[in-house]
């Protein structure tokens, strides 16, 4: 079993920037991908970028080059670095993790632990 911890959410004024960060606590051998989604309110959640153990990434079009994904802390940690911030971009937060093991090849990341999330706003 994996935890998952946010932390880093908070206010700022369009053009500004925040970095989220993730925490893997338990059994974080076993972590094929983990990645970040967000849920404003009225909206369905949306996915915002993910990286699988191979390194690879994949970002939402509203977010690609103004969000980087990255994992740090021997992949215990995955962060978010988000510039350039929109009032769009305000939303509630999560990261999440596909516990399929990471040595093996997947196509796509099929997520299945989830964080508490971590409220990102964003003024004009």
């Known amino acids: 079993q994996v935890r998952l911890a946010e932390s880093g959410g908070g206010s700022v004024q369009a053009g500004g920037s925040l970095r989220l960060s993730c925490a893997a606590s338990g059994y974080t051998h076993s972590v094929y991908c983990m990645g970040w989604f967000r849920q404003a309110p009225g909206k369905e959640r949306e996915g915002v970028a993910s990286?699988?153990?191979?390194?690879?990434?994949t970002y939402a079009d509203s977010v690609k080059g103004r969000f980087t994904i990255s994992l740090e802390n021997a992949k215990s940690t995955l962060a978010l670095q988000m510039n350039s911030l929109k009032p769009d971009d305000t939303a509630m937060y999560y990261c999440a993790a596909d516990l399929r093991p990471s040595f093996l090849f997947f196509p796509t990341c099929e997520f299945k632990s989830w964080g508490q999330g971590t409220q990102v706003t964003v003024s004009s």
């Open positions: 990286m699988d153990s191979y390194g690879r990434t």
